[in-house]
């Protein structure tokens, strides 16, 4: 039996985190010792290690609820799990395009500062033109 301390080490996560996953429901109700504190088993550092590792990979609460019935249900088809590992990978590449196209925005106006004053600074300018940043955030999917 674990402690909710040695828990939150073995996984590196926040014992807050801890309480907030099991409020949610992604965490099973810990069994209680006599005096009420909590005591983990194997199978919730497996599980809570599972949640902490699919949140690393950056999906959402909603998608590892999904994740982790069809792991309670090792019988269930593995099309599901992989259409939401699809949809996550979807989701990353839309990130990337557009960090890509904030770092060319970025090295470009640093590029094109001239490095005289800031009255004529084009970095200041750019970021004073806020509707240049609307345009191009539309053209990247925001």
Avoid: W
């Avoid at 196209?101 to 200041?124: F, H, N, P, T, Y």
């Amino acid at each position: 039996m674990l402690t909710i301390g040695t828990l939150a080490r073995k996984t590196g996560t926040k014992v807050q985190t801890i309480r907030y996953y099991e409020q949610i429901g992604l965490m099973n109700e810990p069994g209680r010792t006599a005096g009420g504190q909590r005591r983990y088993t194997h199978e919730d550092l497996d599980r809570l290690s599972f949640v902490r590792h699919g949140r690393q990979l950056g999906f959402s609460l909603e998608a590892i609820r999904d994740l982790l019935g069809l792991a309670d249900h090792p019988e269930q088809s593995c099309s599901e799990a992989d259409s939401i590992a699809q949809q996550q990978l979807i989701q990353v590449q839309q990130r990337i395009l557009r960090l890509k196209a904030l770092e060319k925005e970025l090295k470009r106006m640093i590029a094109d500062c001239s490095g005289g004053q800031s009255k004529d600074c084009r970095v200041l300018e750019v970021l004073r033109d806020h509707s240049e940043c609307l345009t191009d955030h539309a053209n990247i999917g925001e």
